[in-house]
């Protein structure tokens, strides 16, 4: 990895270089992987191998802090990270609950800005036929579910009229003859 990368392509010609580069290697961790260099070092090797174990617990269908437990357990009985374990285990336990709290709370971060530039692009798409209410703006920049938005979107890319497609949503119901 290089830190230029960092910082986007930049036009350069052979008269203008970076005059400092910073090249890192970046290395995988995980347990089954650089066996060689967690053979080199213990704790590094029993923590591979502890996330080893609570992520085969996720795979196996087990709620994450069952998977926590479970995976303590069997590294205890495997004399793996019991120093830390045994001392600290609740700090530990809350910690990895903790840290699985931010992830689900950053992937609903992530997906509420993918709802709303979805739903901004739904208006922009009913604006090129029309004035579109405030009152069906709000409704678009209120809904969350990508599916939904998803298929708003398709019927806003197709529609003739605003008042077409609140029909499609079923916001106005269709005159049925």
Same mark, same amino acid.
């Given at each position: 990895m290089r830190l230029s990368d960092a910082f986007g392509k930049k036009e350069h010609t052979s008269e203008r270089t970076p005059a400092l580069e910073c090249v890192a290697v970046m290395l995988n961790i995980n347990y089954g992987h650089n066996m060689e260099l967690l053979g080199k070092c213990k704790r590094l090797h029993d923590y591979a191998y502890f996330v080893n174990e609570v992520n085969q617990n996720l795979q196996k269908g087990y709620p994450y802090e069952k998977s926590i437990y479970l995976a303590m357990e069997q590294c205890e009985e495997s004399d793996i990270l019991r120093d830390i374990l045994g001392k600290q285990r609740s700090e530990v336990f809350h910690l990895l609950l903790n840290e699985f709290d931010v992830k689900i709370y950053e992937r609903g971060l992530k997906a509420e800005g993918k709802a709303e530039g979805q739903a901004?692009?739904?208006?922009? &798409? =009913?604006?090129?036929?029309?004035?579109?209410? /405030?009152? =069906?703006?709000? =409704?678009?920049?209120?809904? !969350?579910? &990508? /599916? !939904? =938005?998803?298929?708003?979107h398709k019927l806003a890319a197709r529609t003739q009229s605003i008042e077409d497609f609140e029909k499609a949503v079923g916001l106005i119901k269709s005159d049925f003859k």
């Amino acid at each position: 990895m290089r830190l230029s990368d960092a910082f986007g392509k930049k036009e350069h010609t052979s008269e203008r270089t970076p005059a400092l580069e910073c090249v890192a290697v970046m290395l995988n961790i995980n347990y089954g992987h650089n066996m060689e260099l967690l053979g080199k070092c213990k704790r590094l090797h029993d923590y591979a191998y502890f996330v080893n174990e609570v992520n085969q617990n996720l795979q196996k269908g087990y709620p994450y802090e069952k998977s926590i437990y479970l995976a303590m357990e069997q590294c205890e009985e495997s004399d793996i990270l019991r120093d830390i374990l045994g001392k600290q285990r609740s700090e530990v336990f809350h910690l990895l609950l903790n840290e699985f709290d931010v992830k689900i709370y950053e992937r609903g971060l992530k997906a509420e800005g993918k709802a709303e530039g979805q739903a901004e692009y739904i208006i922009e &798409l =009913l604006e090129d036929v029309g004035e579109v209410p /405030e009152a =069906l703006k709000n =409704l678009i920049m209120r809904q !969350t579910n &990508l /599916e !939904t =938005l998803s298929k708003w979107h398709k019927l806003a890319a197709r529609t003739q009229s605003i008042e077409d497609f609140e029909k499609a949503v079923g916001l106005i119901k269709s005159d049925f003859k």
